[in-house]
């Protein structure tokens, strides 16, 4: 068997046909410059338009140093990395978006600050080109969840990011069904880094993110690395118990002392509106965690794989220790 590869960068893809000859281009052209031993793992996440089949081309252009794994079905954006992981066999793996927001010229940075002794660089975007809507809402979320999780991240939406051997082996050796990579990764690092990063505006299609989704991926975030949040609830519960003790006993002695009072009925309908309310809340917030429960008890595969392009060496790879998804080569 050749020599593993010394560099992996690990790309999920879905309908980003239009930016792909851009990423081929400035990808490889950046790999080369590095000069090292590199492979590049492209996992099409489900495409409903033609980045399948450009995918199936550029292995055809680079099968020495490509990889291609076609799910069969739309999975989500950290599945596809988690099944790049398991097919990447470099030293350093690199994380990369399809749509050149993050430019692929600065993963030789990410490579230099591995080789300093990093086990894991995260990045914060310089210039952050997006909507001021999503820059205050991906800071109000970065704050509370450091708050909440200890996982200091400047930057949790960037997910050009650099891991070691180790940390990616660690990961996939978890059976979660839903995680969030970057934080996953950071709980397993001994000497973890930053970098600034530039950011570029999205050269083509659009965004895959809508507000529900980041919604989710911060539930899912929040729910997977903590249960701060359950505690939280369960001492505001117990404050609103003894608040309501106390107010229950002004009401009786009132009455014993004023008599019997109508005007104050609405007062009493708020009060019991607003309770209700943060039952509810409490009742969604503990169905989030029950629901992730029942999401890995099932034990159903996390994704499924239609096929595998990947040259001779990496195809006579061993596999994952205890593999997660049902694929053919």
């Known amino acids: 068997m050749s020599v593993p590869p010394d560099v992996s960068v690990v790309i999920p893809v879905y309908n980003e046909e239009a930016g792909l000859p851009a990423l081929f281009e400035r990808l490889y052209a950046a790999l080369d410059q590095l000069g090292r031993r590199f492979e590049v793992v492209f996992v099409d996440d489900g495409s409903l338009d033609r980045s399948g089949a450009m995918l199936r081309e550029q292995y055809q252009r680079r ?10 079905g739309n ?71 450091e708050r909440i999780t200890r996982i200091h991240m400047t930057d949790q939406g960037c997910m050009l990011r650099a891991y070691s051997r180790d940390i990616v082996d660690a990961i996939n050796a978890c059976r979660e069904v839903n995680t969030f990579i970057p934080a996953l990764a950071y709980t397993f690092a001994q000497r973890p880094t930053e970098i600034e990063v530039r950011h570029e505006e999205r050269a083509a299609g659009e965004s895959k993110y809508s507000l529900y989704k980041l919604i989710r991926l911060n539930f899912d975030l929040v729910t997977g690395f903590s249960i701060v949040p359950l505690q939280m609830f369960s001492l505001f519960g117990i404050g609103i118990s003894v608040l309501s003790v106390i107010f229950v006993i002004f009401l009786a002695i009132r009455r014993l002392i004023v008599g019997p009072e109508a005007e104050g009925l609405f007062t009493l309908f708020g009060i019991a509106f607003f309770l209700i309310g943060i039952a509810l809340f409490g009742i969604g917030l503990l169905g989030e965690y029950v629901g992730r429960i029942y999401q890995q008890v099932r034990q159903r595969p996390r994704y499924l794989v239609r096929a595998v392009l990947a040259p001779q060496d990496a195809a006579l790879a061993p596999e994952p220790e205890a593999p997660r998804a049902l694929h053919r080569r």
């Open 75 to 145: 999975f989500g954006q950290h599945l596809a990395i988690m099944a790049g992981f398991e097919h990447a066999r470099g030293r350093v793996i690199v994380t990369l978006d399809a749509d050149l927001q993050n430019p692929p010229e600065e993963i030789g940075r990410l490579v230099a600050e591995m080789d300093r002794g990093f086990d894991y660089v995260g990045t914060i975007r310089q210039m952050r080109q997006d909507t001021a809507f999503r820059r205050v809402a991906s800071r109000m979320m970065n704050g509370l969840r």
């Open 63 to 72: 099968p020495d140093c490509t990889q291609v794994v076609l799910f069969n």
